[in-house]
């Protein structure tokens, strides 16, 4: 069984990703990962699909990568890889009756992740300064828990409210600005600083201190895990306005990402939207 109760209906989920080099760079720093995994098995998952919870928990991450020459390329893809080998670990512990914290599973995966981006940054050249944003979600039964750091974004539109709400929190300054009223959207946006982040893995940092949470769903909810590429071509009304389409057999992560791009383009842009039904 899974970290949630099983008593009740499991729900179902249906997901498109897509990341995009943008119209400017010369290569992709970002990455997302779809992964399926219970107690013995573990599955990556492609782009799109439709899957139960009944019988396995899923993730869904995005990472954008920072570094010289292809490091950052090399990041993103580290602390996205560090989650296919820690959480089927918790699935199985919790199927055997031994209790299991998801905050403290979250927190080794992100420290593991930091640990191996630190460690090469200063064993080569190369990888000097590489590091990671890395923002997930963690999807059982009733439940989906959340894990954060960097300038990411995960978003939650509640059926119920119909409005969407940003759950994670910017690592930058700029940011804590915007929270805090000294800026309105634009200004934070358009900043120029707005991308020197506070907190990431790797990349010099000395801790590594997560955002970690958890949210309780219904049927008709939808998330959005996206890379700051996606937030620098559409403002947060822009964002809900696709979302709240009734979702059809069009990529929905692809029409996020094209639009970002038609308006802006500087940036790697990735998104992946996962709808519960």
Not at 9 to 24: E, I, K, M, S, Y
Request: aromatic letters at 10%.
């Amino acid at each position: 069984m899974s970290i949630s109760s099983l008593n009740q209906v499991a729900p179902n989920l249906r997901w498109f990703g897509l990341t995009d080099r943008g119209r400017f760079r010369p290569n992709n720093e970002d990455a997302f990962l779809a992964l399926q995994f219970n107690a013995t098995d573990v599955v990556v998952l492609g782009k799109t699909g439709e899957v139960s919870t009944q019988e396995n928990d899923y993730v869904f991450a995005v990472s954008d990568g920072m570094g010289g020459a292809h490091s950052g390329e090399f990041a993103s893809r580290i602390a996205v890889d560090k989650i296919t080998s820690l959480l089927p670990r918790a699935f199985q512990q919790s199927a055997t009756g031994l209790k299991v914290g998801f905050a403290d599973v979250l927190a080794e995966v992100f420290e593991r992740a930091h640990q191996e981006l630190t460690l090469l940054g200063r064993s080569y050249d190369e990888c000097a300064g590489m590091g990671a944003t890395l923002t997930l979600c963690w999807f059982t039964p009733s439940w989906m828990f959340f894990g954060h750091i960097g300038d990411s974004r995960l978003y939650y539109l509640s059926q119920r409210e119909n409005k969407l709400r940003q759950i994670t929190q910017d690592d930058t300054h700029v940011a804590w600005l915007y929270r805090n009223g000294h800026l309105n959207e634009r200004q934070a946006r358009d900043h120029p600083r707005r991308n020197n982040l506070q907190k990431a893995l790797g990349a010099g940092h000395q801790f590594v201190s997560p955002q970690i949470g958890s949210v309780g769903f219904e049927k008709g909810d939808v998330f959005l895990l996206c890379t700051d590429g996606l937030v620098e071509g559409l403002f947060d009304h822009q964002i809900a306005q696709h979302l709240q389409i009734p979702s059809t057999a069009e990529n929905r992560a692809e029409r996020l990402v094209l639009s970002a791009l038609e308006h802006s383009g500087r940036d790697n842009t990735t998104a992946v939207v996962v709808e519960i039904f």
